[in-house]
C-alpha cells in the first residue's frame, strides 16, 4: 500500500505511513489492533508501532489499554474541521448567490482567507461574460482585492502584522504599513468596491460572512466589465442588494445580527 510509493524521491515515507494508518479506520472497523494495523500496510509490528504511537501522541488515535484496540481521536476533526466548515458555508451561501445573481446579472464568488491571500471555493458566473482571472481553487492576494479586504479587516493589527511580517507584503497592493491603516477604515464599512484597480476591466464589490460568533469567516463579491454603468450600479442598489445577502447567508450560519 503506502509503503510502495518508493518511486517517488518527493513523498516522505513517514506522513505517508500515518496517513495510510488514519485510512484504515472506517464505519465498519472504528478499533484495530497494532496486528490488525501492521498487517493491513503490510509492515512490522515496531514500525507500526512507532507510526500509532506518534499518532496517538497527536491526539489523532486513541488508544484502548484494556482492549490494545486503537481508534480515531478527535485530532482527526481538528485536522478536518477547515474543510468541513467551508463546505457547510458553500453549501448553504450557493443559492442565495445563484438568487442575487438572477436579481443583479453579475458574476458572484465565495472566498476565505488562506494565510495572505483569498481562496476562492465558489464561482456563480453571470450571464454576461466577463474577463475575471478567477476560477474556483484561484488564490489572488488578499491586500489587492475587494474580498481578501473584507477578510482582512477581521483581524487584529497584531494578526496582521503578524501574517504579513514573513511575507515582506510583496507583490500588488498595499505595504504593511498601508495594509494595516486599509484594514481599519475597510472594518468601519459594510462592504469593499475596487473598479479595476486589481483586475483591469473589472468592476467588483465585496461584503463579510459572519458565524455564530461574529467573526468574519468568509466573503462574498460580485464582478463585471467594467463601464459607466457597471461603476454607477456598484455604489447604489446593487451595493445593497450584495449586503443584504451577505446579511442573510450570516444569519443562516447562526450569526444575530440583531445582537451585534
Not at 64 to 78: N, T
Not at 88 to 97: D, K, M, N
Not at 102 to 130: C, F, K, M
Not at 169 to 195: F, M, N, W
Amino acid at each position: 500500500m503506502t509503503e510502495n510509493r518508493n518511486d517517488d524521491r518527493y513523498l516522505v515515507p513517514g506522513l505517508m505511513r500515518g496517513l495510510g494508518v488514519l485510512k484504515l479506520f472506517t464505519p465498519d472497523r472504528s478499533a484495530l489492533s497494532l496486528s490488525d494495523i501492521a498487517a493491513a500496510l503490510g509492515i512490522t509490528r515496531s514500525a507500526a508501532f512507532r507510526t500509532v504511537y506518534t499518532l496517538n501522541e497527536a491526539g489523532c488515535l486513541l488508544h484502548d489499554q484494556r482492549s490494545q484496540l486503537y481508534s480515531l481521536g478527535p485530532g482527526v476533526l481538528r485536522l478536518t474541521y477547515g474543510y468541513v466548515a467551508t463546505r457547510e458555508v458553500v453549501e448553504i451561501a450557493q443559492p442565495e448567490l445563484e438568487r442575487m445573481r438572477d436579481r443583479i446579472g453579475w458574476s458572484a464568488h465565495l472566498g476565505v482567507l488562506e494565510g495572505t491571500s483569498v481562496l476562492y471555493v465558489l464561482r456563480v458566473p453571470g450571464p454576461q461574460r466577463d474577463t475575471s482571472i478567477v476560477q474556483v481553487g484561484s488564490r489572488l492576494p488578499a491586500r489587492a482585492t475587494t474580498m481578501g479586504r473584507v477578510l482582512l479587516a477581521d483581524l487584529s493589527e497584531e494578526e496582521l502584522v503578524a501574517l504579513f511580517r514573513s511575507d515582506g507584503a510583496r507583490g500588488k497592493g498595499p505595504s504593511l504599513p498601508g495594509i494595516v491603516k486599509q484594514a481599519a477604515e475597510d472594518a468601519h464599512s459594510q462592504s469593499v468596491v475596487h473598479t479595476g484597480d486589481f483586475e483591469a476591466g473589472i468592476v467588483s464589490a465585496a461584503a463579510p460572512l459572519r458565524d455564530m460568533t461574529g467573526r468574519v469567516i468568509a466573503a462574498i463579491n460580485v464582478t463585471a466589465p467594467q463601464s459607466s454603468e457597471t461603476q454607477r450600479m456598484v455604489s447604489g442598489a446593487l451595493r445593497d442588494d450584495l449586503i443584504a445577502t451577505a446579511r442573510r447567508i450570516s444569519t443562516l450560519l447562526g450569526w444575530d445580527g440583531a445582537a451585534a
